[in-house]
């Protein structure tokens, strides 16, 4: 499933490298877009929430410099704990 989140986008950054304390191999830490997306709660007050989301090397370049703006992006989503869905108007 897709889902799209759109927020203002305040930064990017490149997480530092993963090392596997096992076997010694590397795996080059992914880049991150942070999001701030605004929630409009039950009594009509606007919540920002931070989001990182991390982007793959293919589009990148599609998010650098957008440091500012409002942007929509396409994800798929990873959780640990259930994901509950509503319908938004």
């Known amino acids: ?5 759109e927020g203002k986008m305040l930064s990017g950054y490149q997480k ?18 942070q ?3 605004e ?15 991390s982007i ?3 589009l990148i370049t599609k998010y650098k410099g957008q440091d500012g703006k409002l942007i929509q992006v396409k994800c798929n989503y990873i959780s640990k704990q259930p994901v509950t ?5």
């Not at 499933?1 to 989140?5: A, D, G, R």
């Not at 929630?39 to 989001?51: A, P, R, V």
């Open 39 to 53: 929630q409009k709660l039950k009594n009509d007050e606007i919540k920002n929430e931070l989001l990182d989301v």
């Open 56 to 58: 793959p090397n293919e």
């Open 85 to 89: 869905f509503y319908g938004v108007l």
């Open 1 to 5: 499933m897709i889902v799209t989140i």
């Open 16 to 33: 530092p490298d993963y090392v596997n304390k096992e076997n010694g191999e590397t795996t080059k830490g992914k880049y991150v877009i």
């Open 35 to 37: 999001l701030m997306v």
